[in-house]
């Protein structure tokens, strides 16, 4: 009975101080990666392996010093408990450190590539913003330094005088250099072999992608499936269908919207264009990708929309909106069927103009957007909502 109630009383004693301050020291040195390392790709894993030693010998102790004092100032104690806590706590979280996170980053180093392994360290210093997306200044400037280190001069200033044109080189996936693995450089051939390893992963083609909004349609309806196109926005699909078919182009596919108002204009559409596979897809689907910049009066989804659609909406982006596959050889044509707002958030992001003044742009149904990405990166925008190709009695925009 005895020994029974003193396992209750360590049970209620049990300190959690351990296993919070070895939570809180290990991922916070990846805040100091600023400091501790350039994050320059040229430096390759001899740079990346003093990281990993800089931050469980140097970085933590730091850290862990500093959570103790805190923690001791937060509850009202003195010097002499602050020192007791030092000698029975400090030890025990320092090799839970070392036995932890070096293992962690032995991996990072030895099989994570070096943007994937940056890229997790701009997660960390992104984490802090808001709603609206905005960035607190000193965490931005972080961003870019780090952003300037990992391309070494490779990104391409938004201020360049090629204005009408942009590189899509945040999708890494898509960039050259980040399909080579620098690990396996050969000391002696140098640039020569990288270069022509790098020839092998770069895009040959160009894609052409052909934005359509859906036709007008039945707004009063109570049920997404009741919002179906009215008789005039049928018409409007037909002309937009007409207009395709008459560019003589080789279509590849159709990926359009999941919603009703969609699929009805790429049926009316794709009797135009026989042949070309259709894909449907929720990404695509009418949502509220970000806050606007200036915010507009008559249109004020609730906060929760913006994180439920824009994360979507992003991921249709990023998934749909990049170069050419390296195996591609001819240029192709695909055209998307989807909604105002997901056409004008992509736009913005393409061009990579602030996303938040994606408001500011205005799209009648129907209507043709042509986007051009070049095999080395860059965008050019062809048209934005031609409808030029309708009757005027036939342009709607609700």
């Known amino acids: 009975m ?17 296993p919070l301050r070895y939570a809180v020291c290990g991922p916070a040195e990846s805040l100091l990666q600023p400091v501790h390392e350039p994050l320059d790709p040229s430096q ?4 990346r392996r003093q990281e990993a030693a800089s931050g469980p010998l140097v970085f933590a102790p730091v850290f862990l010093l500093l959570f103790f004092l805190i923690m001791n100032l937060l509850e009202g104690k003195d010097t002499e408990t602050f020192a007791t806590k030092m000698r029975s706590g400090f030890w025990p979280a320092l090799k839970m450190n070392l036995r932890v996170w070096t293992p962690l980053q032995f991996v990072n180093i030895n099989y994570v590539p070096l943007q994937e392994g940056f890229a997790w360290h701009r997660t960390s210093l992104t984490a802090a913003r808001g709603a609206n997306g905005a960035c ?11 952003e300037k ?17 942009a590189y899509l080189i945040f999708n890494t996936r898509r960039e050259p250099l980040s399909l080579v693995n620098l690990r396996k450089r050969n000391v002696e051939s140098g640039e020569e072999e990288l270069a022509s390893r790098l020839d092998h992963y770069k895009a040959k083609a160009t894609r052409h992608i052909f934005l359509i909004r859906h036709s007008q349609y039945h707004m009063d309806g109570c049920l997404e499936k009741d919002r179906t196109l009215t008789p005039l926005g049928r018409e409007q699909a037909e002309l937009t269908g007409l207009r395709l078919a008459s560019l003589g182009l080789k279509f590849n596919k159709i990926v359009h919207s999941s919603m009703t108002r969609a699929v009805e204009t790429t049926d009316i ?16 689907r009418e949502g509220a990708p970000i806050e606007p910049d200036p915010p507009v009066s008559h249109w004020k989804p609730e906060a929760v929309q913006y994180y439920e659609d824009g994360a979507r909406i992003e991921a249709a982006f990023r998934n749909y909106i990049h170069r050419a596959d390296a195996k591609q050889e001819e240029d192709s044509y695909e055209i998307f069927i989807c909604h105002a707002n997901v056409i004008r958030y992509i736009v913005c992001r393409a061009l990579q103009f602030p996303p938040e003044g994606w408001l500011r742009l205005s799209l009648n149904n129907g209507s043709i957007t042509h986007l051009v990405i070049r095999p080395d990166g860059r965008v050019a925008l062809r048209t934005l909502g031609d409808t030029g190709f309708m009757p005027p009695n036939k342009i709607t925009r609700s």
């Open 44 to 47: 390759g894993t001899l740079g």
């Open 136 to 146: 607190r200044p000193a965490l931005e400037a972080a961003v870019a330094s780090l």
């Open 269 to 284: 559409i794709s009797k135009h264009l026989p042949g070309v596979s259709r894909v449907s897809t929720d990404l695509l």
């Open 2 to 18: 005895i020994e029974k109630m003193r396992k209750n009383e360590d049970s209620q004693n049990l300190d959690i101080g351990g």
């Open 149 to 165: 280190s990992v391309w070494n001069g490779r990104k391409p200033s938004c201020q360049s005088p090629q204005r009408s044109r």
